[in-house]
């Protein structure tokens, strides 16, 4: 099951103001907190963080609800993945940074983009078969590798790191695909 949620609602919820930017680290804290609770609340296996109607989104919140969420450093991340969308360019580079910093990567549909990029720090070869697997939908190893014309073992160490940094589902039949795409 996948969920979006808003985060313009989050942080109205968050902070009981009608600010649409995500400014401040104590802003940042108390939107990943009430996060949290919704993502617990909705249940869902994976969601979709839509950034669509935030205004300003700058470093420290970034850090805040992005990074720290990604990295389950204050508390485990209540689903098994998420994935970004109507990221702004200046959105792409708070965020981008934060993760980098942190040596996480994420999923994000830029606003208007019909193919999901990596954000954050991500090897060139995870930024291929990433892009290999949105192109190709859900495929086997093999299939990408083909697509990639690259040996097995090299699309393997790129897809499992992918998996591990929850970018993408591996299927009880050896499949990949996209985590969230709503």
Not at 89 to 115: C, K, N, Y
């Amino acid at each position: 099951m996948s969920a979006v949620i808003r985060l313009d609602r989050v942080l109205q919820d968050a902070t009981a103001l009608p600010y649409r930017d995500l400014i401040t680290r104590p802003t940042g804290q108390a939107v990943r907190q009430r996060l949290v609770m919704v993502l617990r609340e909705v249940g869902a296996t994976y969601a979709t963080l839509d950034f669509s109607a935030v205004g300003l989104v700058d470093y420290s919140c970034a850090d805040e609800i992005v990074a720290k969420l990604l990295a389950a450093s204050v508390e485990p991340m209540p689903c098994a993945g998420v994935v970004l969308r109507g990221l702004r360019e200046d959105h792409v580079e708070a965020i981008d940074h934060a993760l980098s910093r942190h040596g996480l990567v994420v999923a994000a549909f830029a606003t208007d983009a019909t193919r999901p990029v990596l954000l954050g720090e991500a090897a060139d070869d995870w930024r291929l078969a990433f892009a290999a697997v949105a192109d190709l939908g859900r495929a086997a190893a093999t299939r990408v590798a083909d697509h990639l014309a690259w040996p097995a073992a090299r699309t393997a160490i790129a897809l499992d790191a992918l998996v591990t940094m929850r970018c993408l589902r591996c299927h009880p039949d050896a499949t990949y695909e996209l985590g969230a795409t709503a």
